[in-house]
């Protein structure tokens, strides 16, 4: 019952965003107000009706009704309850139903907090947004419907993929969805300012929220999944360059960007077709993000699907909104005039440099991307482009923006001074000069990257510091101002310090954990010892115990520094029956210079052997720290008052404040 | 500074940057581009030990063996060839006999030595390098579609 109740719900909701797409947007063109006023309501319906389809295909799951195709590969009555709810969206069809869901959701959002928006532009806005649901229905609908029935019904399910169930993948992909599909009302503003043909400082206050609410969320959904990959693939790593992380990563660069264009246009009232093709940009990576990784062009745990008929789909789905939305740019873009000059020392410059490069490196990560599917269409070898292509190319490429970076804030708008800001920052050099120092000296031959990433992160890291330093005149001025000054700082200036202070820890972790990881592979009978950077692991032998639903097998070590206990380690190797699916659950412990990492493998002959893996990863856990902070900083940012969306026109009181205090994010 | 010498400061750095990264990305590429080879393609062409390349095919059954010092081989068969294979470290975990997999590595004195092997996450799945490569071999009798969650 719940079944077809969804799949209703489904249709239903197409024929209200066919609504939402045509009505409002004409009633804006010609100014009908009844036609722009039904905008609120479908994007409201449209939004009921997606919860009651998703909800209704998490019922299915939870009553394990094997009637449903779905439910019938994804899931069993065996599996723990919160893998029932997770396995709704922990394939194809499902995690496409989540997406329209959180389109909606957004939709209805924006028609819920966009009160001070112009109505005719909020029409426009929501009915760009249906416009998207309408091909994503359509694509569910026609080629990958969740309740799909199955006759007769089996009794039993075939599980989820082991390697998803997992608490940190049950919330992996909403979290991902949140940010990818959260760039589309940013598209979504961006398209409708194409059409007015106006882009002004309020629209950048509109979209900065929405665009900070999906960057915290997509910066979430990839530190999660590459949380996931560091302690359940066993592989002691955290990126690997994947295509599907790259499908991640790639919204998340342009998305970065546009953030700080959209400061530029707020403050300054410029590089405004700039920001807009960034909007457009962001969400096209996004929806080729979804291609990449729902489409079964590339082989990874992500690609569920390999129905070819699908693929097509989606390409001519990304094919029209990409293009359609260019199309628009070149023809619209040209009337978004910028009237605000600047020269290039400024802050101005900054961003803009902070932008060149993060579409260069976008640029980069996309061609690496997508050339080995190029070469293999036009009939050429098959080739892969691995993380050693990335490292080369991508890491030299933020070296200069880091280092700017920290420059960056010091400069003024308009016209800035490149030295005063460089003399700000001389103990900060040293620091960073100290910092490498350090880390070279810990392994005179060790890899240089590593050494410029620690010089790197404590040259971003004490910036920020000095920064705020200056700004509130500490020393400079009697205590009392500069408590002053540090209370009347904006919460969206300190944003940007967390955030900018959270990539300097994350940067710290990758140096460390890329630099100076030591690995060892190796048979060990019980009571045999391995040393592995300084800390000496003594095998204790592997026993057997059961999970829910899987068997365990667990191997024990007992870690010693010094001779002393340090502690004790149970490495795990699960054995899922009903996928007939082993997974590696690493045995990690985190202390904050780096984590100890222990992994079980196969036996080995007859003396109770196994094959391990061990290794020492070094100030991984700053890693996770620094993006926990960054999306501190974005949620501190978002929140600031200027950007609160019931907040209309507070522009004229803030320009009143004097430049010094006034902030960028 | 005119608004003109302005932008084109900015059009210069960027020029600059992009400059820089085709720079970085052929230098890359020259290097770290690994290409797909099936067991008959590599008895075919001897690659150099110089050369990462890519293996692909089904290990072959009953082929798995571990000598010593969590060292295993096995051979990796197109069905048409076969090619021994070498790895030392923990084998993915849905690493079988039978089962399509993907090993990249050098080919040294006639042995595949690999310092990474993949095996998708399923147990239906095959890559379809390898899938290819068995149908090249003329010996493809599976299903058309391969089958994937």
Known sequence: ?665 | MKRKHKRLTFVGIALFLLAAAAALILTAFEENIVFFFSPTDILAQKPTPDRRLRLGGLVEEGSVTKPKGGVITFRVTDTAQTVPVSYKGILPDLFREGQGIVAEGRYIKNIFVADEVLAKHDENYMPPEVAEAIKKSGQWQGKEKVKTK
């Not at chain 1, 609410?213 to 530190?223: P, S």
């Not at chain 1, 005039?337 to 440099?353: C, D, N, V, W, Y």
């Not at chain 1, 640029?363 to 293999?376: C, E, H, M, S």
């Not at chain 1, 070094?618 to 950007?643: A, E, K, N, Y």
Request: charge should be neutral; include cysteine.
């Open chain 1, 1 to 665: 019952m719940s079944a077809e109740l969804g799949h209703f719900a489904l249709i239903l909701a197409l024929l209200i965003a066919a609504v939402q797409a045509t009505l409002p947007l004409i009633g804006a063109q010609r100014n009908m107000s009844a036609w722009i006023a039904i905008a609120n309501p479908t994007a409201y319906v449209q939004f009921f009706l997606t919860t009651l389809a998703f909800g209704c295909l998490i019922h299915v799951y939870l009553i394990s009704d094997f009637s449903v195709v779905n439910v019938v590969q994804n899931s069993h009555t065996d599996k723990p309850i919160l893998y029932k709810i997770a396995g709704s969206w922990g394939n194809h069809e499902g995690s496409l139903l989540l997406w329209v869901f959180i389109l909606a959701l957004f939709g209805a959002a924006v028609a819920a907090f966009g009160r001070n928006l112009p109505p005719a532009f909020k029409a426009r806005v929501l009915s760009v947004q249906a416009m998207i649901a309408l091909g994503f229905y359509a694509f569910i609908l026609l080629t990958s419907n969740p309740f799909e029935r199955i006759f007769p019904a089996p009794l039993n399910g075939q599980d989820l993929n082991p390697l998803l169930q997992d608490p940190g993948l049950a919330i992996h992909p909403p979290m991902l969805y949140l940010g990818y599909v959260g760039f589309s009302i940013a598209f979504s503003f961006a398209i409708a300012a194409l059409i007015e043909g106006r882009v002004d400082a309020a629209w950048a206050r509109w979209v900065r929220p929405w665009t900070l609410a999906a960057w915290i969320f997509l910066t979430g959904g990839i530190t999660l999944g590459s949380w996931w990959a560091y302690y359940e693939l066993g592989w002691g790593g955290w990126w690997f360059w994947d295509p599907v992380e790259n499908a991640s990563f790639m919204p998340w660069l342009a998305g970065t960007a546009l953030l700080h264009s959209a400061v530029v246009v707020e403050k300054r009232d410029t590089l405004k077709g700039w920001t807009v093709l960034l909007a457009i940009i962001a969400f096209s990576m996004s929806l080729l993000g979804t291609f990449l990784v729902r489409s079964g062009v590339l082989t990874s745990v992500h690609a569920f699907a390999t129905d070819p008929s699908r693929g097509v789909f989606i390409l001519a789905l990304l094919v029209f909104v990409i293009g359609g939305s260019l199309v628009l740019f070149a023809w619209r873009g040209p009337q978004l005039k910028s009237t605000g000059l600047f020269q290039p020392i400024s802050r101005e410059g900054a961003l803009l440099l902070n932008n060149l490069i993060m579409t260069t490196g976008l640029a980069a990560v996309l061609l690496g991307t997508l050339y080995p599917l190029f070469i293999d269409v036009i009939g050429g070898a098959k080739i892969s482009v691995g993380a050693p292509f990335f490292n080369a190319v991508f890491l030299p490429l933020m070296v200069p923006m880091i280092i700017a970076m920290a420059i960056g804030p010091f400069m003024n708008w308009k016209r800035g001074d490149i030295l005063p800001a460089l003399g700000r920052l001389r103990f900060t050099f040293l620091f960073a000069l100290v910092a490498g120092a350090a880390a070279w000296s810990v392994e005179t031959d060790g890899p240089f990257m590593g050494v410029i990433g620690i010089a790197l992160a404590a040259w971003l890291g004490a910036g920020v510091i000095a920064e705020i330093y200056e700004r509130i005149h500490l020393f400079r001025a009697p205590l009392s101002e500069s408590i002053r000054r540090l209370s009347r700082i904006p919460r969206s200036t300190w944003g940007m310090s967390f955030a900018h202070f959270g990539l300097a820890l994350a940067i710290a972790g990758m140096a460390g954990a890329g630099g100076w990881k030591v690995e060892s592979i190796q048979t060990m009978k019980p009571g045999e010892t391995v040393n592995v950077g300084g800390y000496e692991y003594t095998f204790e032998g592997a026993h057997e115990g059961q999970g829910p639903n899987y068997t365990i097998l667990f191997g024990k070590f007992t870690v010693r520094k010094d001779g002393q206990i340090f502690t004790v380690m149970e490495a795990e190797k699960r054995n899922y029956p009903v996928a007939r699916m082993p997974t590696t659950e690493a045995a990690i412990h985190t202390t904050l210079m780096g984590d100890l990492y222990a992994v079980i493998g196969d036996a080995e002959g007859d003396e109770g052997a196994y094959v391990t893996r061990i290794y020492f990863n070094p100030l991984v856990v700053w890693m996770w720290i620094g993006c926990i902070v960054m999306m501190f900083g974005g949620t501190l940012s978002m929140t600031d008052r200027r950007h609160r969306v019931g907040v209309p026109h507070k522009r004229q009181h803030a320009s009143a404040i004097p430049d010094s205090v006034s902030s960028t994010s």
